[in-house]
């Protein structure tokens, strides 16, 4: 079993819509929890940035943190065409020597006008 | 803010030569240096962790003579791809981080490696 679960999609949804993106893990040590958005042939943008459990905003972007769950998500309002990507997330313990993130395989979104 | 420059973005080269690739930090000090490798519809699969001034730590199953890395100032490392052949073609990317361990990680853009 992979220590971080994400459905690869593809996802595809009209424009405006709201879009859910979630992963699970099974580390309960994971405390930092991020997600990346990766457009073809580019390497991955930091979207979201998360501290232990909880919710965080910025704009259309809204990431939630379930640590009971071990459940993250990413939602994002009034989707756009340019919200087409790949939307990794990422996770990492404390107790990392290195600071290596797990990544989820990441989830293919296609956003269409 | 957290830029990271990688360059170059393509390169295309014969197999045998040695291609070197250049991560930059252009707003912030990069103690740590991550270089990773991207499979077609892959998630990144990480080759290496580099801090400043120190040798790199490797993943397991990645060849340091191969990929060899260097790390010598807090805005700059360097991947080079030595004796490459056609199975080192990939999208090679680097990420860096400042001092705590906590931090997001910042990637470059990524170089596309091809090897004739």
């Known amino acids: 079993q992979k220590e971080v679960e994400q459905d690869p999609g593809p996802l595809s949804v009209p424009e405006g819509a709201i879009v859910s993106l979630n992963c699970t893990y099974s580390n309960s040590a994971f405390q930092y929890f991020m997600w990346y958005r990766q457009y073809s042939r580019k390497g991955p943008e930091l979207l979201m940035y998360t501290y232990s459990s909880g919710n965080k905003e910025d704009g259309r972007f809204t990431a939630q943190v379930d640590k009971s769950s071990k459940y993250i998500s990413l939602f994002i309002r009034d989707s756009q065409p340019s919200d087409s990507a790949t939307y990794l997330c990422a996770m990492l313990s404390p107790r990392s020597n290195t600071g290596k993130l797990i990544f989820g395989q990441g989830t293919t979104l296609q956003v269409k006008p | 803010g957290a830029v990271v420059s990688q360059h170059p973005s393509w390169v295309i080269c014969k197999s045998g030569t040695s291609v070197k690739i250049e991560c930059r930090s252009l707003?912030?000090?990069?103690?740590?240096m991550f270089w990773y490798r991207q499979f077609p519809k892959q998630s990144l699969m990480l080759m290496a962790t580099?801090?400043?001034?120190?040798?790199?730590?490797?993943e397991q199953g990645v060849e340091k003579d191969k990929f060899l890395i260097n790390h010598a100032s807090l805005t700059l490392s360097t991947l080079t791809v030595t004796s490459a052949h056609p199975e080192d073609s990939s999208f090679y990317i680097c990420?860096?981080?400042?001092?705590?361990?906590?931090?997001?990680?910042?990637f470059g853009d990524g170089t596309r490696l091809s090897i004739l």
């Open positions: 580099s801090n400043e001034g120190s040798k790199a730590t490797y």
């Open positions: 707003d912030f000090q990069a103690t740590t």
């Open positions: 990420s860096a981080r400042g001092s705590d361990l906590g931090q997001p990680q910042h």
